[in-house]
């Protein structure tokens, strides 16, 4: 399977400030990725499909220009949350669609944001 | 749209039982489903991918079982550890690449010594 490197594991910022998670995989090459968020208790809720080279595509309810996605190469997604608030105090995790006869997701590690 | 439930939401057992993990899906068209264990904190840990031609697979003492027909999976796990303790969750993809997962809520599983 597919090994993911996600950073940072956890991060604490102040209201209004921007945070940046990285998603990498490591050994192949990523033409999509996904990003979820999870809140304490609840299963994991899809919230952007990355497409290398092009706009990601956000679920319904999820703010585009607050949670800023880019997929420059076919190792690295990067979510952006812009103008960080209280609400978005949560545990992000992004997940690669691996190839050949095992085609199953593989995800990070997650990052837990606390923003105070 | 594509619905997945998981029972029960929560389960303790004494160390050493057997037991099983249900999940249901309200669409049968699905491309595979991936059962993952969850440790409190952490992401994902894959344990068994099920193709929807398949009936089984089996890693170690995990055994899943699916039954595309009627919407469901279950998770066997065999004389259960302490270590075994975290939240397991069920995932079903439809259609081919790309194709998002959608997860069940997850039943959390406490093994006690």
């Known amino acids: 399977g597919a090994v993911v490197s996600q950073h940072p594991s956890w991060v604490i910022c102040k209201s209004g400030t921007s945070v940046k998670i990285e998603c990498r995989s490591l050994?192949?090459?990523?033409?999509?990725m996904f990003w979820y968020r999870q809140f304490p208790k609840q299963s994991l809720m899809l919230m952007a499909t990355?497409?290398?080279?092009?706009?990601?595509?956000?679920e319904q309810g999820v703010e585009k220009d607050k949670f800023l996605i880019n997929h420059a190469s076919l190792t690295l997604s990067t979510l952006t949350v812009t103008s960080a608030h209280p609400e978005d105090s949560s545990f992000y995790i992004c997940?690669?669609?691996?190839?050949?006869?095992?085609?199953?997701?593989?995800f990070g590690s997650g990052t837990r944001l606390t923003v105070v | 749209k594509q619905e997945v439930t998981q029972i029960p939401a929560a389960l303790s057992v004494p160390e050493g039982e057997n037991l099983v993990l249900n999940c249901s899906f309200t669409?049968?068209?699905?491309?595979?489903l991936q059962w993952f264990r969850q440790d409190p904190g952490k992401g994902l840990t894959s344990l068994l991918l099920?193709?929807?031609?398949?009936r089984e697979q089996t890693s170690g003492r995990l055994n899943a079982s699916l039954d595309k027909s009627s919407g469901r999976s279950t998770l066997y796990i065999a004389a259960s550890q302490p270590g075994d303790s975290a939240t397991y969750l069920c995932?079903?993809?439809?259609?081919?690449?790309?194709?998002?997962?959608?997860f069940g809520e997850g039943t959390q599983l406490t093994v006690n010594p």
């Open positions: 997940s690669v669609l691996g190839t050949g006869s095992n085609y199953g997701y593989t």
């Open positions: 050994d192949f090459q990523a033409t999509t």
């Open positions: 990355s497409n290398e080279g092009s706009k990601a595509t956000y």
């Open positions: 669409d049968s068209a699905i491309y595979n």
């Open positions: 099920i193709q929807s031609s398949q």
């Open positions: 995932a079903v993809r439809l259609g081919t690449s790309g194709s998002r997962l959608t």
